[in-house]
């Protein structure tokens, strides 16, 4: 059982990770359960581009564990997470990609969670979709949030068709 779970956990790590969104950038943090003594709880709130379509923008909103395990790294953080995304200029796709391929990934607890954003094109809308989750490497979480990114005309520029840069 042991030898098992070593050979899925290397097997994890030697997988080839997908282009992936750089680090978020912090916009704010907002304490949610003082701590005497040891870190609060916060809320903490992130911005992030997305790393294959030039024009959109990503917030989410995760919970930070405080305490003891928070200080230390080690709590596993709770799966509550918010996700909001918006066009914030002309929409250029710079590569093709899969329905629902990684955004962006996050490791959530020490070893075994990891939050992720996911994209997608609704074709017949024209609507970017993505939707924010997180794992576990035994059993997963259903909670989860989406957002919808109409792609619209920008100054002079005509709308992208989201549906051109979906892989087959």
């Not at 916060?42 to 030039?54: F, H, Q, R």
């Not at 909001?84 to 996050?106: L, N, T, Y």
């Not at 939050?115 to 490497?137: A, E, F, T």
Request: hydrophobic letters at 40%; proline letters at 6%; aromatic letters at 8%.
């Amino acid at each position: 059982m042991r030898r098992s779970i070593l050979l899925v956990l290397a097997l994890l790590f030697a997988l080839p990770a997908p282009a992936l969104a750089e680090g978020p950038d912090l916009v704010f943090k907002r304490s949610t359960v003082w701590k005497f003594l040891t870190p609060d709880h916060k809320l903490a709130v992130y911005g992030i581009d997305d790393p294959a379509v030039e024009g959109v923008a990503c917030h989410y909103t995760v919970p930070e564990k405080g305490g003891v395990s928070g200080m230390f790294g080690v709590a596993e953080e709770v799966s509550d997470i918010s996700l909001a995304c918006r066009q914030i200029g002309p929409i250029v796709f710079k590569q093709k990609f899969e329905q629902g391929e990684d955004m962006f990934s996050q490791r959530r607890s020490l070893i075994f969670k990891r939050m992720q954003i996911v994209r997608g094109c609704d074709v017949q809308r024209n609507v970017l979709v993505y939707l924010v989750y997180s794992d576990k490497l035994i059993e997963g979480s259903p909670k989860n949030s989406t957002s919808s990114v109409p792609i619209m005309p920008w100054g002079d520029t005509a709308a992208a068709k989201c549906g051109d840069w979906v892989e087959d």
